[in-house]
Nanobody, 117 residues
Framework: QVQLVESGGGLVQPGGSLRLSCAAS????????MGWYRQVPGKQRELVAV???????NYADSVKGRFTISRDNGKAAVYLQMNSLKPEDTAVYYC???????????WGQGTQVTVSS
């Protein structure tokens, strides 16, 4: 059974930092592009950052220069380092695994990030 398990969310003040982690099943990790998405109530889920199986990265304009995505293939894990957090970063953050040859994506259960003073 494929699993993605996020951790690291929480409450942080504006300007602070958090690091999200996602532990993935080894059966899919190496062949997957791994992404972080976020969603707030009443809005569509949006892409935050993605890292390909070869390490290439892409970021939403709203987080460029503040967030960094990375992956550890040995641990089958992907991380999102979030710095200079803003209240508008408040959302549930989801980990995603996507393989170009498969019609099915995998999602984690989500972790809440709240940026507030």
């Amino acid at each position: 059974q494929v699993q993605l398990v996020e951790s690291g969310g929480g409450l942080v003040q504006p300007g602070g930092s958090l690091r999200l982690s996602c532990a993935a099943s080894r059966s899919i990790f190496s062949s997957s592009a791994m992404g972080w998405y976020r969603q707030v109530p009443g809005k569509q889920r949006e892409l935050v950052a993605v890292i390909g199986s070869g390490g290439s990265t892409n970021y939403a304009d709203s987080v460029k220069g503040r967030f960094t995505i990375s992956r550890d293939n040995g641990k089958a894990a992907v991380y999102l380092q979030m710095n200079s957090l803003k209240p508008e970063d408040t959302a549930v953050y989801y980990c995603n695994a996507h393989r170009s040859f498969s019609p099915r994506d995998y999602w984690g259960q989500g972790t809440q990030v709240t940026v507030s003073s």
